[in-house]
């Protein structure tokens, strides 16, 4: 996440058809050295997509990093909210939603990215939003993603969590407040008063304490805040991720590396495509699923939503192998913002450390 980078595709590569209303995911990252041997029949196969660019491969928590930004971070005077749809002076796409995809893959995802930013793909209705993704390459959503950005260089955002724990899915979800800086990776986050865990507070600054975050319990006692381990028994007892995991940037992380690792296990991955308005965000859904499941893959089975204006996921949902689900995320607002330091220092009075 600390390196961008610009990705571009010189030629559109050759992918298998779309099957009985489901699509091959095909490789956007050469095998590593220790992924099992390709058989003689996946060889050719996999050579033709190593003309892909190569995913990112710095880590993230328990996904790659994405790359931020690649055009020039938004200043403080930016809309109030990232989703709110406002008005945008790009270009509105010459071809129309039913002719995309006739277009060649580079020409879909130029097509993608100027339909979100010009506001024309949030105004097309259910069925010609599915029929339109339909009608796609394969390929084009995880080129839209890869390129991204999938992120800010800097940005606050709202969140929904829920997360099965221990057997259990919780009766409210979590309701957090969270902001991120990038260069180095910092953040603060705050649990809202309608959610579970209210009033807890954490911060986290990879510049001082790189295994380590400061927090609080919260709640009516206000426990005292302490330093604890970003992998410890306390971050641990109330989520599966840590601290360095929250973010849109993990999500589309995780979903690019999922993709890898289907190819390399010659898995097919078979789409589901529809539109839904999740907990008031509208989204186009795509459902991923594998006969394997865990634990070579995050999810037996993943939803994820894709927001109208931006290419990054707003939504995320994950299944076990018994076909419960076990994570559902949902990113409410995502607002592009400039902080001092003052943010993410534990003595700001804004804050009850």
């Not at 995809?101 to 599915?130: I, M, Y």
């Not at 109330?238 to 992380?253: F, K, M, P």
Request: aromatic share 8%; with cysteine.
């Amino acid at each position: 996440m600390k390196h961008r980078r610009s990705c571009r595709l010189n030629r559109r590569l050759n992918h298998p058809d779309c099957l009985d209303g489901g699509c091959r995911l095909q490789p956007l990252l050469e095998p590593s050295a220790s992924a099992p041997a390709l058989t003689r029949t996946k060889r050719p196969l996999l050579r033709r997509w190593l003309a892909s660019s190569l995913l990112a491969g710095a880590a993230l928590g328990l996904a790659p990093a994405v790359t931020l930004a690649q055009s020039a971070p938004q200043p403080a005077s930016a809309p109030a909210s990232a989703d709110t749809g406002a008005a945008s002076s790009a270009q509105v796409p010459s071809t129309p939603p039913s002719q995309a995809g006739k277009l060649t893959l580079d020409q879909q995802v130029h097509w993608l990215r100027q339909a979100q930013e010009s506001g024309e793909l949030e105004k097309l209705d259910d069925a010609q939003l599915t029929s339109l993704f339909q009608s796609l390459d394969p390929l084009a959503l995880p080129r839209l993603i890869k390129e991204g950005p999938n992120g800010y260089p800097s940005y606050e955002f709202t969140m929904l969590r829920w997360e099965r724990l221990k057997g259990e899915w919780p009766d409210k979800p979590d309701h957090m407040l969270v902001r991120i800086a990038h260069d180095p990776l910092r953040i603060y986050a705050k649990w809202l008063p309608d959610g579970a865990h209210a009033g807890q507070e954490i911060i986290y600054d990879e510049s001082k304490r790189a295994d380590e975050m400061y927090g609080h319990l919260g709640g009516m006692l206000g426990v005292m805040p302490l330093w604890t381990s970003t992998t410890g028994a306390l971050a641990r007892s109330q989520s599966n991720h840590q601290v360095r995991d929250l973010g849109t940037e993990y999500i589309a992380g995780q979903y690019l590396d999922e993709g890898k690792k289907y190819v390399e296990a010659g898995v097919p991955r078979s789409t589901q495509i529809g539109v839904q308005t999740i907990e008031g965000v509208r989204v186009v859904t795509f459902t991923y699923e594998t006969p394997i499941g865990q634990p070579q893959f995050y999810a037996k089975k993943e939803t994820l939503g894709l927001d109208l204006r931006h290419p990054y996921f707003r939504t995320a949902e994950s299944y076990a192998n018994d076909g419960k689900i076990f994570e559902k995320i949902v990113f409410e607002s995502v607002t592009p913002k400039t902080f001092d330091d003052a943010t993410f220092d534990p003595k700001n009075p804004a804050y009850k450390f």
